[in-house]
């Protein structure tokens, strides 16, 4: 039974909204400010998965990767405040996986994972960062894009087989059409190269879990710099996406979107 992963990442209960896409619907990511002097009853459920349905809240937390356990504890407490069912949690290869062949350290990882599931939230975890072993040519250490889109899939699969019940899905990668996370350009048909890789490595190991793909940023189109969610999707289906991804991420973290040919709340409902 699956049990319940980034919180809104601000520790301080200001409201952020992060839009999550989960099985076949966005889910919006919200963290609740809470007065403190307002209790707030919170309903427990014996175990924690994503609910696909529109009304699901969930929130972002990247901050709680590297905090200390006590910390992670005290921040994991206020995420059960709020009533919200789902954790985003980032879960960074460079992190675990520092040097090739080397002793895996998932210590932040288990830190935050177990602090959600002993809250009963359901966990979804993005996996990025690439280690700088695996830096492509011309990318930046933790924003390049794998040298190899089958080494980036065992490591998925090794996180798939070390959360297996507890995490209810995983986004693969963060952002990948902007150069902020993917570098040295973004390219629909190389970030497809990853869906297709990890996909059946992730399912092998856990077919129940959810996998997400485009984790899409809500950004215009600038050559080399950034490429529009609706292109994007668009150029990932020409290179074969269909069929690697069972929901698609938008983050619509960006209001100042006005062209409808640009960025159209529809893409939320694209699915493999």
């Known amino acids: 039974m699956r049990r319940a992963q980034y919180r809104g990442p601000y520790r301080t ?3 952020v909204a992060v839009a999550v896409v989960v099985a076949v619907v966005c889910v919006v990511g919200i963290a609740v400010a809470l007065p403190p002097d307002k209790p707030r009853l919170v309903k427990v459920i014996a175990a924690a998965a994503i609910n696909p349905r529109p009304t699901t809240i969930g929130f972002a937390d990247a901050d709680t990767y590297g905090m200390s356990q ?4 005290e921040t994991a407490a ?3 405040l709020t009533k919200v069912d789902t954790v985003r949690v980032m879960i960074p290869w460079a992190g675990v996986e520092p040097v090739r062949g080397g002793t895996l350290n998932w210590s932040n990882v288990d830190t935050v994972v177990d602090a959600a599931v002993a809250k009963n939230l ?6 990025n960062s690439t280690p700088s072993w695996a830096v492509a040519p011309g990318g930046r250490p933790l924003s390049s894009r794998p040298v190899s889109p089958d080494l980036y899939a065992d490591f998925a699969a090794r996180v798939a087989r070390r959360y297996a019940d507890k995490n209810a899905a995983y986004e693969i990668w963060n952002e990948p059409n902007a150069i902020t996370f993917y570098t040295p350009t973004p390219d629909p048909a190389g970030y497809t190269g990853l ?6 490595k992730i399912k092998a190991v856990d077919p129940s879990v959810t996998i997400i793909g485009g984790e899409l940023g809500a950004v215009v189109d600038s050559p080399g710099v950034t490429i529009n969610p609706v292109r994007f999707v668009t150029e990932m289906y020409a290179a074969g996406a269909k069929g690697y991804f069972d929901a698609l991420s938008f983050h619509p973290a960006d209001y100042s979107l006005s062209s409808p040919k640009e960025c159209r709340p529809r893409i939320h409902r694209s699915i493999s």
Do not use: R
Request: proline fraction near 5%; hydrophobic fraction near 65%.
């Open 78 to 80: 206020k995420w059960a």
């Open 195 to 200: 869906l297709k890789a990890a996909y059946p």
């Open 70 to 73: 006590a910390d992670v504890e």
């Open 13 to 15: 209960f200001l409201t």
């Open 122 to 127: 359901a966990v979804m975890g993005f996996i």
